[in-house]
């Protein structure tokens, strides 16, 4: 069956938009909907959903549906409607507040952000959008990102040189101690962040320590799969597997199996796999492990966004 690209984005803007404005707004009715079941089951043809505040609560055939008094009836015949979906790593930052209408408009109701510039922004509109001031998808956002420090300091080094901005530099933290790891984890708590996110791990007993208070905190670890990263105590792994998930089969079938027995979730990105399929992240490993190895800074940061990278 072939679903109209249109019909999800209609109904679910007219659900955002009533949720961005008053809770208190009329009920809506999407009447002769047909429901597609996600889970694998059958479609549903002529369903009615009903919708009070940002809550469904009712979905089933449109002649046992009871639609109260005062209800806005939308006809919905000749649409679908499925789940609102997730994109579960997004840098919505980096593209403005105009992002988020257009998520909602692809049918992208729930975002896991993770991090790069603009903490501040991203935490007023996770906010804004839950009461219902501002129209968007609910939003998990990342701390600002933790680097190894000397690939910071670098990197920072390497965008003076080239008298470029260094803007990015400014939320990212490169611990050095378990100390510091563990007061980075408090202050970020403190800061509301949804969950912490590591793209270039610190040295193991750093890691280790920073996964540790984050447990003890309650707040989620989240990060790039990149030598050295912890095999468990870790919520999520980003992208592919650094090196490059070629190399050793055994290897990361163990792993897999890993996260698979600690509940570790693994998000492909497939979107960008083949960039990430290009290890920038592994040339820093393999310079900490070889000791004659001299690689230029402005190497590894000659296009903008390695940096950067998220």
């Known amino acids: 069956m072939r679903i109209p690209r249109l019909c999800l984005a209609v109904l679910l803007s007219t659900v955002a938009l009533t949720s ?28 009615t959903v009903l919708i009070s505040g940002n809550r469904i609560v009712a979905v089933g055939a449109s002649r046992d549906v009871r639609v109260p008094n005062g209800t806005r009836i939308v006809d919905a015949r000749g649409k679908y409607v499925i789940p609102g979906l997730w994109d579960l790593h997004t840098h919505v930052t980096m593209f403005g507040r105009s992002a988020l209408a257009l998520l909602l408009a692809n049918g992208v109701t729930g975002i896991r952000d993770m991090g790069a510039v603009h903490f501040v922004h991203a935490k007023a509109w996770r906010d804004s959008i839950a009461r219902g001031l501002m129209l968007g998808p609910r939003m998990r956002i990342a701390s600002p990102v933790v680097e190894h420090p000397e690939w910071l300091r670098r990197a920072r080094a390497g965008y003076e040189q080239a008298g ?41 007993a750093v890691s ?5 208070r984050a447990r003890e905190r309650g707040i989620p670890v989240v990060g790039h799969a990149n030598l050295p990263f912890p095999r468990v105590g870790v919520s999520s792994f980003e992208h592919s597997v650094f090196p490059s998930h070629t190399a050793n089969p055994a290897m990361i079938d163990t792993l897999f199996r890993t996260w698979a027995d600690s509940g570790t979730a693994y998000v492909p990105t497939l979107v960008t796999w083949s960039s990430r399929e290009i290890p920038l992240d592994t040339l820093r490993g393999a310079a900490r492990q070889s000791a004659d190895a001299n690689l230029s800074l402005r190497t590894s940061c000659s296009a903008r966004g390695v940096a950067q990278g998220v």
């Not at 809770?23 to 002529?46: E, K, L, M, N, W």
């Not at 100390?179 to 912490?196: M, P, Q, T, Y």
Request: charged share 25%; aromatic share 6%.
């Open 208 to 212: 280790e320590a920073l996964v540790g």
């Open 20 to 47: 961005a404005g008053s809770q208190s707004a009329s009920p809506i009715a999407f009447r002769g909907v047909t429901v597609v079941d996600v889970a694998g089951g059958p479609s549903r043809p002529d369903q």
């Open 164 to 204: 470029a901005s260094t803007e990015w530099a400014r939320e990212r933290f490169g611990p050095r101690t378990a100390d510091e790891a563990e007061r980075f984890v408090d202050s970020v708590v403190a800061l509301g962040a949804d969950h912490i996110k590591v793209r270039n791990w610190p040295a193991p």
